[in-house]
């Protein structure tokens, strides 16, 4: 799908980003290794709509990633990895929406809690400055707590992913708190 991409930065920032938080949560939301391979998909084409238009652009993304043909990956895959891109803004998965009521609970399940890390990775990089550069993740019984370093302020991006949280916060049952480390660079991913 190369060359259809109007942003690769932003989506290598949020596929990263996602993946920080996959990893760091993975206890929580109890993924593995295909699930994760799902997100990174999700998370590198989710905003491939935008090359149709801004509006609805989540759905346009479903119906391309499901259109083109993909040699490495099923077709069952490549629904899964589409529904992901298509839940990471606006409307949450709902057994309204035919394709996703299709699927096996499992299924159902792991798209909600990868969409959901996926929204909140793309709220983090809210302005497409790729400004967050390490994510520090601790929880407990009722909080998740990230803790961004930066090269620069993340108001934008701390309102960004706290405006997509709720999914994240529905799906592991805890609600979600976003600091800056305030004039630290942390290494980078």
């Known amino acids: 799908m190369v060359g259809f991409d109007p942003e690769p930065e932003h989506e290598q920032q949020?596929?990263?980003?996602?993946?920080?938080?996959?990893?760091?949560?993975?206890?929580?939301?109890?993924?593995?290794?295909?699930?994760?391979?799902?997100?990174?998909a999700a998370a590198l084409v989710h905003d491939i709509g935008m090359s149709v238009s801004d509006r609805k652009h989540h759905k346009q993304s479903y119906e391309l990633i499901t259109a083109h043909r993909f040699l490495m990956w099923l077709p069952d895959e490549v629904n899964l990895f589409a529904l992901i891109?298509?839940?990471?803004?606006?409307?949450?998965?709902?057994l309204e929406h035919r394709e996703y009521a299709a699927?096996?609970?499992?299924?159902?399940?792991?798209?909600?809690?990868a969409a959901a890390i996926l929204r909140v990775a793309d709220g983090l990089d809210r302005a497409h400055l790729s400004t967050v550069q390490h994510v520090d993740i601790s929880y407990n019984s009722?909080?998740?707590c990230l803790k961004l370093h930066t090269y620069r302020d993340c108001a934008t991006e701390i309102w960004g992913a706290e405006?997509?949280?709720?999914?994240?916060?529905?799906?592991?049952?805890r609600r979600l708190n976003i600091l800056p480390v305030n004039g630290t660079v942390a290494r980078t991913v």
């Open 163 to 173: 405006r997509k949280a709720a999914l994240l916060e529905s799906v592991l049952a």
């Open 142 to 144: 009722t909080t998740i």
């Open 14 to 40: 949020v596929t990263r980003l996602a993946l920080i938080l996959f990893d760091g949560l993975q206890p929580l939301h109890g993924m593995g290794t295909r699930e994760r391979t799902l997100l990174e």
């Open 103 to 113: 699927l096996p609970e499992r299924d159902r399940a792991m798209v909600r809690k």
């Open 85 to 94: 891109a298509r839940y990471h803004r606006k409307a949450e998965p709902s």
